[in-house]
């Protein structure tokens, strides 16, 4: 885009949105004219619910400093002022005057999640703090707010003590998601946890005067809480005027945020104003960074990044005044010397684990990075030994796809002691302390389930008789196979025609698979419908199973399965399979980045969720001459 169009934008734009764009604005005219000599090639619409609290200012600021990095780069701010239908106008106009990119926080994902998903359609949207239904976006970043939740329910427990406290809430914003998943975290972790008792939820809008008088009504009548969960920073400082001005002793005080300014979290901490806050990171920063590798074509991008959240009390508030982190964050000690990591392999057990292990492999050669590579051969015990060989070898990082779920916690215990941090591949595991991960780079597994099962549920529309169906799980307790149950059951527990005949458990081998229907077959013969494999290697199994058996797979038995691989999409174009969920295995350039950061000292997401397709026979065609595994 040339300067002069996009000059011929900003006057109409600046015409059109009036009142409704603050600093942005003037930010751009300003930049705009001090690189009047160079070209623009980008322009970035940036879409506020709010720029009114601190924590929206912030990623504001942050986005605005990135983005000044990169001359031929605009950005356009807009401010609903907590207004959703203002919101929805806000990011109509943006894309009718030409955007090529949109970052939007919003505040109610039902009423904004319908435009989004309509920009989505003709440019890329980085949906970024606060999130929209569904998958219609390029790139989502964020927290774990559910996490974020239960994280402050052990605190609360912890606050509390012996005495059964009660409760206030003070919630974000009506229809906010983040709201109700932090919500969810609380509510679930304290009813598990503990004997509290959560006496009354209010919203307080994310703001603190809202929250104080919302409190100060409260209290006035009478109620008297041990503690007060605020799910911002923001609030909990309302509900601390609001506590004050009603003169009540003893009540804790948690927040989240934890910014660095006057009226921010580690201030209040440090001021002894609140317990305790959450420093939960805006992403602005990292939108702007994926914004121009958007911008730029980059490929292998993630679909999810969750930032992490680090809790500050002040016991810890000082090192975070320090430098930042103050060596909080895990990091690789040995900064200037080439990088050693150990991976531990779990196996060899499918075509994705091997195309997996080679994405390591070449990406590790390509980063410089020194690789010790070992197989666990699908087995959790030798993949602990391996570990431990790790540690004594002294490695710098150790990354590892883990077998099951749980069973790691003594093990990462002994690499967290010696100061190495861990990445898990791939799959994830079940700890009580989040801390003996750094982070994880892999799948959704339970969106590739739910992809499976609407699928069919989207191709049996006009079927009126049963559909009977046959199961076949990956590893027990592995994540994927935990995770791919769960998000087909939930889709087809919908649809009372789709029936489940029986669940099988798997090892996700080929042979297996062959087996397991080979049994199926015996027991439910032509009563079989579909197979639905937790991975493509059992697809391809029973497949052959059904060929022996005198059936045509694809077609008397229909087939889904998950990967995606070589093989799979051979047996879509022949008609023998009928769909495959993708499961992207070439995860080594995000580890070798991830690792690369560590080294530089640069905080790494909790979680890098890489993005993923599904074929039909149709899709199939196109995408069979583009794999490489
Ligand atoms: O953890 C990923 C799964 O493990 C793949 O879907 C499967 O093929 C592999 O063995």
């Given amino acids: 885009m040339r300067l002069r169009k996009v000059l011929i934008k900003l006057i109409i734009l600046g015409t059109a949105l009036g009142l409704i ?16 000599e160079g070209q623009v090639n980008y322009l970035i619409g940036v879409s506020h619910p709010n720029l009114n609290g601190p924590w929206q200012i912030q990623m504001n600021k942050e986005i605005k400093n990135e983005i000044a990095n990169h001359a031929d780069t605009r950005v356009i701010f807009t401010d609903a002022a907590q207004n959703d239908e203002q919101q929805v106008q806000d990011i109509q106009t943006l894309m009718s005057y030409g955007i090529d990119l949109l970052i939007v926080s919003v505040d109610n994902a039902a009423i904004l999640t319908p435009v989004i998903s309509q920009a989505y359609k003709k440019i890329p949207v980085i949906v970024l703090g606060r999130g929209v239904k569904g998958y219609d976006y390029t790139l989502y970043i964020g927290s774990d707010n559910q996490l974020n939740g239960k994280m402050a329910a052990k605190e609360a427990i912890r606050l509390l003590g012996n005495k059964r406290g009660q409760i206030i809430e003070v ?36 703001l603190k005067d809202k929250a104080e008088d919302e409190l100060i009504r409260l209290l006035q009548s009478g109620v008297k809480p041990d503690l007060i969960y605020a799910q911002n920073d923001a609030m909990a400082l309302g509900a601390y005027k609001a506590i004050k001005q009603l003169g009540l002793k003893g009540v804790s005080i948690i927040g989240s945020d934890g ?8 201030h209040l901490v440090k001021e002894g104003i609140i317990d305790t806050t959450y420093i939960t990171p805006t992403g602005g920063t990292t939108a702007a960074h994926y914004a121009i590798d958007i911008l730029h074509e980059a490929r292998g991008l993630p679909k999810k990044i969750i930032l992490r959240d680090h809790q500050v009390t002040i016991n810890n508030v000082d090192s975070y005044f320090k430098n930042g ?12 010397k080439r990088v050693k990591l150990g991976f531990a392999q779990v196996g060899s057990e499918s075509e994705w684990r091997l195309a997996n292990t080679d994405s390591i492999v070449s990406a590790a050669k390509e980063a410089g990075i020194d690789l010790i590579l070992r197989n666990a051969d699908y087995d959790q015990k030798k993949q602990i030994e391996i570990i431990r060989d790790f540690i004594n070898q002294g490695v710098d990082v150790i990354a590892f796809s883990p077998k099951t779920e749980s069973g790691w916690d003594e093990v990462l215990q002994e690499v967290k002691n010696a100061g190495i941090p861990v990445i898990l591949s791939d799959r994830e595991i079940n700890v009580d302390d989040q801390s003996l991960f750094t982070s994880f780079i892999g799948s959704d597994f339970v969106e590739e389930g739910r992809r499976a099962g609407k699928w069919l549920a989207s191709v049996s529309k006009s079927v009126k008789s049963p559909i009977h169906i046959i199961e076949i799980e990956g590893t027990a307790n592995s994540a994927p196979a935990v995770d791919r149950k769960l998000g087909f059951h939930e889709i087809v527990q919908q649809d009372s025609k789709l029936q489940l005949l029986k669940s099988y458990s798997g090892d996700f081998t080929l042979g297996i698979g062959k087996k397991l229907m080979k049994e199926a077959l015996k027991t439910y013969g032509r009563k ?26 694809g077609v008397d038995i229909k087939i889904i399965s998950i990967d995606g691989t070589l093989k799979a999409f051979k047996a879509l174009n022949v008609g023998k399979m009928n769909f495959t969920v993708e499961c992207n295995p070439l995860l080594g350039p995000e580890l070798m980045k991830a690792i690369k950061d560590l080294n530089n000292g640069i905080e790494i997401p909790q979680k890098i969720i890489t993005s993923e397709e599904t074929f039909d026979q149709k899709q199939a065609k196109k995408e069979f001459y583009r794999r490489s595994y």
Avoid at 259 to 266: A, D, F, P
């Fill in 21 to 36: 764009i603050f600093g942005g604005f003037k930010e751009f005219t300003k930049s705009q004219k001090a690189n009047s």
């Fill in 171 to 206: 919630k974000g914003y009506n229809g906010s998601l983040q709201a109700e998943e932090r919500s969810k975290g609380f509510h679930e972790t304290l009813q598990m946890e503990s004997s509290h008792t959560i006496i009354h939820s209010i919203t307080g809008n994310w």
């Fill in 259 to 266: 910014l660095n300014e006057k009226n921010g979290g580690l």
């Fill in 325 to 336: 982190d103050g060596g909080i964050v895990p990091h690789i000690e040995n900064k200037h």
């Fill in 528 to 553: 079989i419908n579909v197979v639905y494999a937790h991975n493509d290697d059992m697809a391809l199994g029973a497949i052959q199973a059904i060929e022996d058996y005198g059936l045509k797979p």
